[in-house]
Nanobody, 123 residues
Framework: VQLQASGGGLVQTGGSLRLSCAAS????????MGWFRQAPGKEREFVAA????????YYADSVKGRFTISRDNAKNTVFLQMNSLRPEDTAVYYC?????????????????WGQGTLVTVSS
């Protein structure tokens, strides 16, 4: 199973980025997907999750209303649209797959992880 995250970069405060995560070696439509992030010197934290059918999504309070998670099961890809970015959003963002149909926020339930993509928001 491979998860390949992309789309990170440097953006100014208030800007937008769209992260993508392409999955291979897995029946993508059977996995719920999530995004997590880890800022320098901090623990990895939950950002967003989406169920396998995309009918349910959860968000961390810190990103609610600014980030949107979505998925395209035909393309084995999950996305994270990030708007109104803030310096505190600076982190390495990781996508992950959980072997459950429901969207989950608990890190230990995710079996597969991508390599991460760096998002830097300048003030």
């Amino acid at each position: 199973v491979q998860l390949q995250a992309s789309g990170g970069g440097l953006v100014q405060t208030g800007g937008s980025l769209r992260l993508s995560c392409a999955a291979s070696g897995v029946t993508f439509s059977r996995y719920s997907m999530g995004w997590f992030r880890q800022a320098p010197g901090k623990e990895r934290e939950f950002v967003a999750a989406i169920s396998w059918s995309a009918d349910t999504a959860y968000y961390a309070d810190s990103v609610k209303g600014r980030f949107t998670i979505s998925r395209d099961n035909a393309k084995n890809t999950v996305f994270l649209q990030m708007n109104s970015l803030r310096p505190e959003d600076t982190a390495v963002y990781y996508c992950a797959a959980a072997g459950t149909p429901q969207a989950v926020t608990i890190m230990r339930l995710y079996a597969y992880w991508g390599q991460g993509t760096l998002v830097t928001v300048s003030s």
